[in-house]
């Protein structure tokens, strides 16, 4: 692809363990991941429980560095760009997040308040997404203890697309939402792509919801990347039984 908006190259992650010799690596969390995603691309990333995707996201806003192997964000290795700029237009909406003891509205504008915006375009910009999202006037004045975890997490990915980054990522971002709540959400993301050209990476068990939304497929397997396919190439009846006996697999295991 030509000048990729991300990249990876042969990254990997080991998680130190401290009984582990000095001269080991660690326990493997991503091995040999390289993968390029453009602009405005619909990224989704799936795998079973431990597979590493949230580790993924992780690296890619900078919240882990990689025990080895290259980032790269405009042809810039990750590195060579400030923290703070990169989180600039590198934002990770986790499965769950604080409103730092704020009401839902100064949630919201806070972001943009920290940038210098002026009140009118906070306003404006915040007010935009409450009617896009279709966020009750009645959750405004509310603080974190008295919203549900599925008003939380709308909550964050709204305050997270009020910043409008030029590379979104979603952590479960449907994991609490009503199927009728999300599936406004994966078209209003989707219409975000093309309007916007915002690049989005999002992790979701719900397959229903990734192939509603999403252009491309990443499957991540063992921490490594099983497969790199365009959505319409994805044969999603297979790949949701397979998931599922995995899974059925894994449980079995465990218990």
Not at 17 to 36: A, M, V
Not at 240 to 249: E, G, N
Request: net charge neutral; hydrophobic share 40%; proline share 3%.
């Amino acid at each position: 692809m030509d000048n990729p908006k991300l990249k990876l190259e042969q990254v990997n992650l080991f998680a130190k363990l401290k009984t582990l010799k000095s001269n080991q690596q660690g326990y493997p969390i991503l091995q040999d991941i390289s993968f390029e995603v453009t602009k405005s691309e619909f990224i989704g990333i799936i795998g079973l429980t431990g597979a590493g995707k949230t580790s993924l996201l992780r690296l890619i806003n900078r919240l882990d560095e990689p025990s080895s192997g290259k980032i790269y964000l405009d042809n810039q290795e990750y590195r060579q760009i400030p923290i703070l700029e990169l989180r600039a237009n590198v934002t990770l909406v986790a499965q769950e997040s604080k409103l730092l003891g704020m009401t839902v509205r100064e949630a919201l504008a806070y972001p943009l308040v920290l940038r210098g915006l002026a009140k009118q375009t906070i306003e404006q910009r915040v007010n935009s997404w409450i009617e896009q999202l279709h966020i009750p006037n009645d959750w405004l004045g509310r603080t974190e203890v008295q919203l549900s975890a599925g008003q939380r997490q709308l909550i964050a990915i709204a305050r997270a697309l009020i910043i409008q980054p030029k590379i979104l990522l979603l952590d479960e971002p449907t994991s609490t939402l009503d199927i009728g709540t999300a599936e406004h959400l994966m078209q209003l993301l989707k219409e975000l792509t093309q309007t916007h050209q915002t690049t989005i990476l999002m992790v979701n068990h719900q397959l229903e919801l990734a192939q509603m939304s999403c252009t491309r497929l990443l499957h991540l397997q063992q921490g490594r990347l099983l497969a790199n396919q365009k959505a319409l190439e994805v044969d999603w009846v297979n790949l949701r039984s397979c998931l599922t006996q995995a899974q059925t697999q894994l449980d079995e295991e465990w218990s």
